[in-house]
Antibody, heavy 120, light 110 residues
Framework: QVHLVQSGAEVKKPGASMKVSCKTS????????MHWLRQAPGQGLEWMGR????????TFAQPFQGRLTVTTDTSITTSYMELNRLTSDDTAVYFC?????????????WGQGTLVTVSS | FMLTQPHSVSESPGKTVTISCTGS????????VQWYQQRPGSAPTVVIY?????PSGVPDRFTGSIDTSSNSASLTISGLKTEDEADYYC??????????FGGGTKLTVL
């Protein structure tokens, strides 16, 4: 079965950086784009960016350009999301999600979510 | 590009409810619309993809549709069960804003 398992909850200071991992199993890692999304407390889902694990090419949502980095390590089928210059507005649950191949542009498997709290 | 959903809907068990998702510009039919169910404390799961298709395991009580006249997509849940109580999000794609979600609709089954 397909599994996406994320790293654990973190507490960060304003101005710091965060890095969340997403370990995958059960499918060929390089065949599917990986996305990162977030959900602030009591709020809706926000798409952040995606990576092509085969080429490393990335696409980011405009609000995150310049402070978001998404990478993969194909040897351990893991994706990483790093967000810099954190503020309290970045307090959220962060999700990785696999994009279905074939052009419908949706997400069929999700990680369990990682709560990141930004607080002084 | 934005997708607008009602903040909340409520209905009784056994009844039918419809959640709308209205596109802000262009045609809602240009790109596929998906619907995700999210229960508290859990990751979303897709219940409708490519406007009207159901993943295996999703009961046929869940139906998706597109109405180009109102530039909206709809998720209809019939024979409501208490287990359907959750937040529902529509999602589509736009060439400039990329992956876009509606603000979510809280479904209460009471």
């Amino acid at each position: 079965q397909v599994h996406l398992v994320q790293s654990g909850a973190e507490v960060k200071k304003p101005g710091a950086s965060m890095k969340v991992s997403c370990k995958t199993s059960g499918y060929k890692f390089t065949d599917f784009y990986m996305h990162w999304l977030r959900q602030a407390p009591g709020q809706g889902l926000e798409w952040m960016g995606r990576i092509n694990p085969n080429s490393g090419a990335t696409t980011f949502a405009q609000p995150f350009q310049g402070r978001l980095t998404v990478t993969t390590d194909t040897s351990i089928t893991t994706s990483y999301m790093e967000l810099n210059r954190l503020t309290s507005d970045d307090t959220a649950v962060y999700f990785c999600a696999r994009e279905v191949s074939g052009g419908s542009s949706h997400f069929d498997f999700w990680g369990q979510g990682t709560l990141v709290t930004v607080s002084s | 590009f934005m997708l607008t959903q009602p903040h909340s809907v409520s209905e009784s068990p056994g009844k039918t409810v419809t959640i709308s998702c209205t596109g802000s510009s262009g045609s809602i039919a240009t790109n596929y619309v998906q619907w995700y169910q999210q229960r508290p404390g859990s990751a979303p799961t897709v219940v409708i993809y490519e406007d009207h298709r159901r993943p295996s395991g999703v009961p046929d009580r869940f139906t998706g549709s597109i109405d180009t006249s109102s530039n909206s997509a709809s998720l209809t849940i019939s024979g409501l069960k208490t287990e359907d109580e959750a937040d529902y999000y529509c999602q589509s794609y736009d060439s400039s804003t990329h992956w876009v979600f509606g603000g979510g609709t809280k479904l209460t089954v009471l």
